[in-house]
């Protein structure tokens, strides 16, 4: 399909970015940089995690919806688990699980400082499970809108995770 899409032979695609393995590594790490510099920094935009869990969560879909020719969902939480075999996308799929799971308790531990560790852990949790349903359910023909709705639900349990005692 690439060979096809760019015009180039497969004997020059390898020679230019590698295997397989390596194109679909490649692959995964470009979208860890775009969501890095595109949804990331919604996180950090406001006090309110529920305000900036929700910007966060639409910016991920709109980096999932961009191209309206392929079923939208999630290149790491979407694909990465059935080719996890090699060894290469396993290590990408930890390295991107952890990434975001990182980053998703620094945010908790700056907007909850009083939370305790198992009351950031299960927010840490059910943020990186939102994503993971972002791509099931797009892959089932959710649309949108009803994702942006499973996000803000998704917030607001967070928030209320977060300001339990």
């Known amino acids: 399909d690439l060979s096809s899409a760019t015009g180039l032979s497969r004997p020059i695609l390898y020679r230019a970015f590698g295997n397989k393995v390596q194109m679909y ?9 775009q969501v890095a510099k595109e949804a990331a920094p919604k996180l950090f935009e406001t006090d309110d ?23 939208p969902g999630c ?28 980053l998703m308790r620094s945010r908790f531990k700056q907007s909850a400082p009083n939370s305790d560790a198992d009351q950031i852990q299960i927010a840490v949790e059910l943020a ?25 639900n998704g917030a607001r349990a967070i928030a209320t995770v977060l300001a339990q005692p």
Do not use: H
């Open 25 to 33: 590594v490649g692959a995964m790490d470009a979208f860890g940089v």
């Open 49 to 71: 995690v529920q305000v900036s869990l929700t910007r966060f969560f639409d910016a991920m879909l709109e980096i999932y919806f961009r191209d309206s020719e392929v079923t």
């Open 75 to 102: 290149l790491v939480f979407g694909t990465a688990p059935s080719a996890a075999e090699e060894a290469a996308v396993q290590e990408r799929l930890q390295f991107g699980i952890e990434q975001t799971d990182n």
């Open 128 to 152: 990186s499970n939102t994503l993971i349903a972002f791509s099931a359910r797009a892959k089932g023909g959710a649309s949108r809108a009803e994702l942006s709705e499973v996000g803000a």
